[in-house]
């Protein structure tokens, strides 16, 4: 999916990038992908899909695990308190299944 930047201000939607749950997206993310892309080029990415798809999760299919095992690392969106137009995704925890 390419990012369409004419449908998504960039400040728009947001990861929490300087949190601790940051860091722990990027290490539970690099522990099962398999991809020799740095995650660092795929937010804007991720970030676009979960807000077009208006989801709080992004997938990892299993062919692109290092486990091949389908992955979900699920966040919770806030807005922002001073301006509802901006969502921030916080992580919460990766999961191998959605119920």
Known sequence: ??????????????FDYFSEKFSR????YYRYSNMNIPLSFLTDDILFAMSESQVNYFYLPSFKAKDNRDHFYIFKVRMQPDNHQVRTYEYIRHVFALK
């Open 1 to 14: 999916m390419m990012l369409d930047l004419k449908k998504l201000h960039p400040s728009s939607v947001q």
């Open 25 to 28: 997206f990027e290490a539970d």
